[in-house]
């Protein structure tokens, strides 16, 4: 794997990461607003101590993304981390682009203190569950022998 340039996102890359997730939503047919809506999201966000957001590519048209949040726990000194979202452009899929990011991702959570990262994942998304536990995430806790599940509800 060549070298990869991640770099954090500023309030400039805004309407580049709503297009980019609205890539994302697409390809996965998740409903969505549109780019612009999207991109007003990020510019709100970004800037925020308890977001990060990293890009790789060039600054004009990245090639793929993270998006990170901190929140307070009681479990840890720091912040606990949760990967919202982590996406590159189909085409440039495995040239090394993803693993960048998340270890990226991983350093600079750890920076600012946290200790665990969470990250929600299709159980049908194959491919992408073998990306994170190849990278030493896991749905099983250490020392048990069930499955950690994510429930939702929409409000």
Do not use: C, K, W
């Amino acid at each position: 794997m060549d070298a990869v340039d991640v770099v954090a996102a500023t309030r400039e890359h805004a309407a580049v990461l709503g297009r980019l997730l609205l890539d994302f939503n697409r390809e996965f047919d998740t409903e969505s607003p549109d780019a612009d809506a999207l991109g007003r999201g990020f510019a709100r966000l970004l800037g925020r101590e308890d977001v990060i957001v990293l890009l790789t590519g060039p600054a004009d048209d990245p090639t793929g993304f993270a998006f990170l949040t901190l929140r307070p726990t009681p479990y840890h000194d720091g912040p606990l981390a949760q990967l919202e979202e982590l996406y590159v452009r189909p085409h440039l899929r495995d040239r090394g682009l993803g693993t960048a990011l998340l270890l990226a991702a991983v350093d600079a959570v750890r920076a600012r203190g946290s200790a665990e990262m969470h990250i929600g994942v299709d159980e049908v998304d194959v491919d992408t569950r073998r990306f994170y536990e190849r990278h030493g995430f896991t749905n099983v806790e250490p020392g048990q022998d069930y499955r950690m599940l994510l429930y939702l509800r929409g409000l």
